[in-house]
């Protein structure tokens, strides 16, 4: 059977906007390399070259451990095209949790860079099953030097070895309650995320900047649908606020897609202040809730930027999108399935419901197709069409999605269930607040855990600004009904959040807050 190359994801994602404007830029990294299409599209395919060479084949499991976010986007376009299986490892693991996952992902070859050679070198002597292993960045022994082949390694188009339903990539959950989970995903499941940025306005002259997170998940939801809708992408290996501000006002940077959190950092400092940041007009926030508080920062610091809600997850990312600056989307909410995806809320018997609190489904050709080793897993959150993930939230009958957040999360307190993020925002409103986090902590009765929970709330102070646990408390008791109320806070000198190297702060981690603190109401 032929297969038509635009069914491979490499030859759809890049090859086609070299053959469309081969001498608009493409590419640009840490402003210091740039590449047009028809550049990139060559270099990947002197890697893809090299890649065969090196003995890597189509269907073949590959780990890529690449912490250098120019090499992350060669290697994973050259193996998309020649059809091998990437599985995208996180740099940040440690050296057990890398170990285990290459393992249970059954990778026969390991493709890394200079970067963490040492972490390789700890890795490899208990890694049997892998037989090839190559270095991007310079030689190495016993090992293949990708650099040297790819010297003298055609650029044509590399035989195109996947397609469509064929398994792309290994992009893996965050692990925050065990060994994390392996989600795979299709050519045809990545492009049709790639189709995120044609829903929102942009121009020929349109840049996306973003940094190293492209290694997860991040890289078919930011790279593909960069280079997909013909945008310039800017590629950064520090992302977080101090190298942000400097690389916004030098490349013009007019796409951003973030978490809340990473504003709270941005604006929780003065540093912002007389940066030239006016060419921002699109920015994406999701993967926590977006406060009417932070929404306010952000508007006052960019007033010019649209702000879009999005909702999805790693097994079905950027599912939901709507703008909510604009009242075109009600904030709090994250808009309307995109086009060519479903939403629907469901109750305990899995029956749809309109209005009411229920489990969030989601379908779309984005989907995943399963937890790849784990068909029980699998079989939990994969109902028919529909990928059922663990988060709550309500379905207007116009079909909005308001995430109310995660089952585990939710807070039980006064017999009333609270999300965090009310909490939060309350906290957050207030005067030298640069970041809360509210966690439930068991209650106890007779030695034994009650139903009922107690709140821990930990505060993070604004640069410049002093706070007081007490004084808090008492301006929360005249906006929060008492079963929001604290029954402790903490102010913190920083709140832990997930590394998913950005530079930034990822998502909040909740469990580590009850971790730290809970003892404080004495939890065991």
């Known amino acids: 059977m032929v297969r038509s190359p635009y069914g491979n994801y490499g030859h759809a994602i890049l090859t086609a906007g070299a053959m469309r404007a081969p001498d608009q830029v493409a590419l640009t990294y840490c402003g210091e390399r740039g590449f047009t299409y028809g550049e990139l599209d060559r270099v990947v395919n002197r890697r893809a070259h090299a890649l065969l060479a090196a003995g890597v084949t189509p269907g073949q499991r590959v780990a890529a451990l690449l912490n250098e976010t120019l090499l992350v986007a060669e290697v994973y376009l050259a193996q998309a095209k020649i059809g091998a299986i990437t599985a995208a490892l996180n740099p940040y693991w440690p050296a057990d949790t890398l170990r285990a996952v290459v393992e249970h992902s059954r990778c026969t070859a390991f493709v890394y860079d200079a970067t963490v050679e040492r972490l390789v070198a700890e890795i490899r002597p208990s890694l049997p099953g892998v037989t090839t292993w190559i270095k991007v960045g310079g030689p190495d022994a016993d090992t293949v030097d990708l650099d040297a082949l790819t010297a003298t390694a055609s650029a044509e188009q590399p035989p195109l070895g996947g397609f469509h339903d064929d398994p792309l990539a290994l992009y893996y959950t965050s692990g925050t309650t065990g060994l994390p989970k392996a989600v795979v995903h299709t050519h045809a499941s990545c492009l049709a995320t790639a189709q995120i940025w044609l829903d929102v306005p942009r121009s020929a002259e349109s840049v996306f900047g973003t940094g190293a997170i492209i290694w997860g998940i991040g890289f078919p939801a930011i790279v593909g649908p960069a280079l997909y809708a013909g945008l310039r992408l800017v590629l950064e290996q520090d992302w977080g606020p101090a190298n942000f501000l400097k690389v916004v006002p030098r490349e013009r940077v007019t796409h951003v897609s973030q978490i809340p959190s990473f504003y709270a950092a941005l604006l929780g400092s003065p540093d912002h202040e007389d940066v030239d940041l006016s060419s921002v007009r699109v920015i994406m926030l999701g993967g926590e809730p977006l406060t009417p508080t932070m929404l306010e920062r952000i508007k006052r610091r960019l007033p010019d930027a649209a702000v879009y809600a999005y909702y999805g997850q790693t097994e079905a990312p950027y599912t939901c999108m709507g703008r909510v600056d604009d009242g075109s989307t009600p904030l709090g909410s994250s808009g309307r399935a995109r086009t060519g995806n479903a939403v629907q809320v469901t109750d305990p018997a899995g029956e749809r419901v309109v209005g009411e609190a229920g489990e969030i489904n989601l379908a779309g050709p984005h989907r995943m197709t399963g937890y790849d080793g784990l068909p029980d897993k699998t079989a939990e959150v994969l109902r028919g069409d529909w990928y059922v993930g663990g988060d709550l939230g309500t379905l207007s009958a116009d079909g909005v999605l308001r995430v109310l957040g995660r089952r585990e999360d939710a807070i039980l307190k006064g017999g009333a269930w609270t999300q965090p993020a009310q909490i939060e925002d309350a906290v957050s409103a207030l005067d030298g607040v640069a970041e809360a986090g509210a ?61 998913d190297a950005s530079g930034g702060p990822g998502k909040l981690l909740r469990r580590q807050i009850r971790d730290q603190y809970g003892h404080l109401l004495g939890s065991p």
């Open 439 to 499: 966690v439930g902590v068991p209650a106890h009765a007779d030695g034994q855990e009650a139903a009922d929970q107690r709140i821990l709330l930990a505060v993070v102070t604004r640069a410049g600004h002093t706070l007081d646990a007490a004084k808090v408390a008492l301006s929360l008791a005249d906006t929060l009904p008492p079963h929001q109320q604290p029954d402790h806070i903490v102010i913190a000198d920083a709140l832990p959040h997930f590394e």
